[in-house]
């Protein structure tokens, strides 16, 4: 299947966003840091690729360059390693107590969180999206490619399953701390935003389901073809052995 440009950025994207987060998971497990050769050798990236994805990241502040100093003659050897975590006390933009503070007001004061989650996320998923012209029909790998877009740049680094294009592969959630104490609302405003997205482009698709934490660093969303019945489908299921995980009716 030939695939516009747009289609192929989307995807390219896609893979860029995972490859940076394997580089940052590998620098954060490593004390002393790495050089771009051992990340290329660690990663299976080429070399200039690997200098591309430290770019970026240190531009985001994630991780720190420096030059280590030698007691040999030498070339000073450029080591990387991960940015440490702001203080809590230090930090006046500590999101992760706000969005506590705000997923526990929502579980606490409505009468069904989840499906007030996912309604707060589809409204945002519509702001997200830039809506197609009247008339204008979107194709499903269209649809697809801006919602990846949508979803790497919020910071998930989402990736299509190999065997299903149908599948999308969410191997970093960067509400991960809050998800783990609030799921039902936080993983709820993650399926409602990918809905509201689809909606908004009129895509003959819709996320059907989502399953939190299949794995520990991965989520993954299934798509479906759009009956009209969005508005039917349940929360995310708690995990792939929940009783209606097969079709996220509540």
């Known amino acids: 299947m030939n695939m516009s ?3 192929l950025s989307a995807q390219e994207t896609a893979r860029a966003g995972v490859s940076r987060q394997r580089i940052l998971e ?3 497990a490593a004390a002393g840091g790495f050089g771009v ?3 290329a050798q660690r990663t299976g990236l080429h070399t200039n690729t690997v200098r ?3 770019d970026r990241l240190v531009a985001d502040g994630l991780v720190q ?3 280590e100093e030698r007691t040999e003659p030498g070339r000073p050897r450029l080591a990387f390693t991960a940015a440490p975590p702001p203080h809590p006390a230090r930090d006046r933009r500590n999101y992760q107590f706000l969005s506590e503070i705000l997923a526990s007001f929502v579980t606490g004061t409505t009468a069904d969180p989840p499906a007030a989650a996912i309604e707060m996320g589809r409204n945002w998923g519509r702001y997200l999206t830039e809506r197609p012209a009247p008339y204008q029909r979107v194709t499903e790998d269209e649809a697809v490619a801006r919602l990846l877009r949508i979803l790497d740049e919020i ?3 989402p990736e299509l399953a190999a065997d299903d294009p149908r599948r999308i592969l969410l191997p970093h959630c960067p509400f991960r701390e809050v998800a783990a104490e609030h799921r039902e ?3 709820s405003i993650h399926l409602g935003l990918m809905r509201g997205a689809l909606d908004e482009m009129r895509a003959p698709v819709t996320a ?3 399953l939190p934490f299949v794995e520990p660093s991965l989520c993954v969303a299934h798509l479906a073809p759009e009956t009209g019945a969005s508005e039917r489908h349940g929360p995310p299921s708690h995990s792939p052995s929940a009783p209606n995980a097969a079709t996220g009716s509540p």
């Open 185 to 187: 609302v936080v993983c």
């Open 26 to 28: 590998l620098l954060r």
């Open 5 to 7: 440009p747009e289609e």
């Open 155 to 157: 910071g998930f680094a």
């Open 37 to 39: 050769q051992e990340l």
């Open 65 to 67: 360059r420096h030059v």
């Open 208 to 210: 059907d389901r989502l």
């Open 52 to 54: 591309f994805h430290l």
